[in-house]
């Protein structure tokens, strides 16, 4: 079983639209959570950290849930800047586990 | 504003070459990790090291593969007798100290393909 599972998509959208989607993580033990965008090509960037209280940044918003083990991103008002491979990322100590990414396309 | 740097960005090798690949840590940075990233998979942890040490190798196969990270210069990610397997992106990334998940660092990656 992988460490960190997610929906592949792609997740087609058009501009200003919401779009939402989850990864789950099979390490209960997992201590920190976070969702990284990664370009095509390019090297992985850190888009925001994820907590059991939900958090938001700007038209982002993301929620852990411990018990169940996933965890959820929501893009509100979507851009087409926003298009990008969304990835799911669990760190245990120092090692970081990653999902192998939702692509989200933002269309015009 | 330097950043993690990776070198070279993309490298192209024969089957039973050997690849080297160079990561110089952002400054003031003496942690370094290796992730390789296979073509629509995640990234995989392969070795943490710290200068002269290697703190934790679990991700690294068994054979052909070797990182060192010397008091001077950059961490050298080394691949002897490259398969095509190895083809990947592998992505250095370092910290401060000791990763707690959103204190470390990406570089641009290295692209190997081997033909």
């Known amino acids: 079983r992988k460490e960190v599972e997610q929906d592949p998509g792609p997740f087609n959208v058009p501009e200003g639209a919401t779009v939402a989607f989850n990864c789950t993580y099979s390490?209960?033990?997992?201590?920190?959570f976070f969702w990284y965008r990664q370009d095509c090509r390019k090297e992985p960037k850190l888009l925001m950290s994820?907590?059991?209280s939900g958090n938001e940044d700007g038209r982002f918003t993301a929620q852990l849930n411990r018990a169940s083990q996933y965890i959820s991103l929501l893009i509100r008002d979507s851009k087409l800047s926003d298009s990008a491979t969304y990835l799911c990322?669990?760190?245990?100590?120092?090692?970081?586990?990653f999902g192998a990414g939702t692509t989200v396309t933002v269309r015009a | 504003n330097a950043g993690v740097m990776q070198n070279p960005r993309h490298l192209v090798r024969r089957r039973g070459q050997e690849a080297r690949l160079r990561c110089s840590p952002m400054?003031?940075?003496?942690?370094v990790y290796w992730y390789r990233q296979l073509p629509e998979e995640g990234l995989k942890f392969m070795v943490y090291l710290q200068k002269e040490n290697i703190i934790d190798e679990s991700g690294m196969p068994k054979e052909r593969f070797s990182a060192e990270f010397p008091k001077e210069g950059p961490s050298i990610l080394r691949i002897q007798q490259v398969v095509r397997g190895d083809s990947a992106a592998y992505f250095c990334?370092?910290?401060?100290?000791?990763?707690?998940?959103?204190?470390?660092?990406f570089g641009e990656g290295s692209w190997l393909t081997v033909v």
């Open positions: 390490n209960s033990a997992s201590q920190s």
């Open positions: 990322v669990v760190n245990n100590d120092y090692k970081l586990s």
């Open positions: 994820v907590y059991s």
């Open positions: 990334a370092s910290s401060p100290r000791q990763n707690s998940g959103n204190t470390i660092y």
């Open positions: 400054k003031g940075h003496s942690h």
